[in-house]
């Protein structure tokens, strides 16, 4: 495994008056940032915002698009055709690029959200409606994907740069899929468990499971979730942590 690694949070999760997550100090500690577009959460001030706090912060951007769900926050499965997905990803990352314009910074990667990327994740014909779109949209944009998983294969065959990440604060199954929320091990609320976690992972490039013996990951970008009351505090403890061990922190993209 490198000794090198980018972190990533999801952040301008909040909507109008509703805000969610404290983005100033995140991206204080993180080098890439995964920017709600409209769709689970957002609306064009907060994005706007958050993009100009990334610029502020020499922050690189992905689009970070989900379900139109926002009572669910993007967690659930909408029932929809691939093509149906392929659009609705395709104008969210719309709406993102032409707020990056505004504010003179751009749009560099796609990671979708939540449900969808767990769809994604897992189901072939999903991963390849995005990976379409994006390509159509924009063949210069990256994929940012769950490590191992559909998604990935579907990029690098629409020929997209494609980058892997693993969860901080996720815990996983035998199939390299998350384990589900609700389930018991899903969440790791502890901020030192998490960061000795990852260093294990850098040194043997093995994420311990649930359900069996460590499995095999790749990664290019760690992401500490931006919507818990303690994102900030773990997305610390983690960069500390990583450079106590030699590991430095960089951005995965080019800005």
């Given at each position: 495994?490198?000794?090198?690694?980018?972190?990533?949070?999801?952040?301008?999760?909040?909507?109008g008056?509703?805000?969610?997550?404290?983005?100033?100090?995140?991206?204080?500690?993180?080098?890439?940032?995964?920017?709600?577009?409209g769709?689970?959460?957002?609306?064009?001030?907060?994005?706007?915002?958050?993009?100009?706090?990334?610029?502020?912060?020499?922050?690189?951007?992905?689009?970070?698009?989900?379900?139109?769900?926002?009572?669910?926050?993007?967690?659930?499965?909408?029932?929809?055709?691939?093509?149906?997905?392929?659009?609705?990803?395709?104008?969210?990352?719309?709406?993102?690029?032409?707020?990056?314009?505004?504010?003179?910074?751009?749009?560099?990667?796609?990671?979708?959200?939540?449900a969808?990327?767990?769809?994604?994740?897992?189901?072939?014909?999903?991963?390849?409606?995005?990976?379409?779109?994006?390509?159509?949209?924009?063949?210069?944009?990256?994929?940012?994907?769950?490590?191992?998983?559909?998604?990935?294969?579907?990029?690098?065959?629409?020929?997209?740069?494609?980058?892997?990440?693993?969860?901080?604060?996720?815990?996983?199954?035998?199939?390299?899929?998350?384990?589900?929320?609700?389930?018991d091990?899903?969440?790791?609320?502890?901020?030192?468990?998490?960061?000795?976690?990852?260093?294990?992972?850098?040194?043997?490039?093995?994420?311990?499971?649930?359900?069996?013996?460590?499995?095999?990951?790749?990664?290019?970008s760690?992401?500490?979730?931006?919507?818990?009351?303690?994102?900030?505090?773990?997305?610390?403890?983690?960069?500390?942590?990583?450079?106590?061990s030699?590991?430095?922190?960089?951005?995965?993209?080019?800005?």
């Amino acid at each position: 495994m490198a000794r090198r690694i980018d972190l990533n949070s999801d952040l301008g999760e909040s909507y109008g008056p509703w805000e969610m997550g404290d983005d100033s100090n995140m991206l204080s500690i993180v080098t890439s940032a995964n920017i709600a577009c409209g769709g689970h959460a957002s609306d064009p001030e907060t994005m706007y915002n958050t993009l100009s706090l990334a610029k502020q912060n020499d922050v690189v951007v992905g689009a970070h698009p989900g379900y139109n769900d926002r009572e669910g926050f993007g967690r659930r499965v909408i029932p929809m055709s691939p093509d149906e997905i392929g659009r609705m990803v395709a104008a969210q990352i719309g709406a993102l690029t032409a707020m990056a314009t505004l504010v003179g910074t751009k749009v560099s990667y796609v990671k979708p959200h939540g449900a969808l990327g767990n769809l994604a994740a897992r189901d072939m014909e999903v991963a390849q409606a995005i990976a379409d779109a994006i390509t159509k949209i924009n063949p210069a944009l990256a994929i940012l994907a769950i490590s191992g998983n559909k998604l990935e294969d579907a990029g690098h065959h629409a020929g997209l740069q494609v980058y892997s990440e693993i969860f901080a604060d996720r815990g996983y199954l035998s199939s390299g899929q998350l384990v589900p929320r609700g389930q018991d091990g899903a969440m790791i609320h502890d901020a030192d468990e998490a960061a000795n976690r990852l260093v294990a992972f850098m040194e043997s490039g093995h994420m311990p499971v649930i359900d069996g013996d460590p499995i095999p990951l790749q990664a290019h970008s760690i992401c500490v979730h931006g919507d818990s009351p303690t994102a900030v505090a773990m997305a610390k403890q983690v960069r500390q942590r990583l450079l106590q061990s030699d590991i430095k922190i960089e951005r995965f993209i080019a800005p």
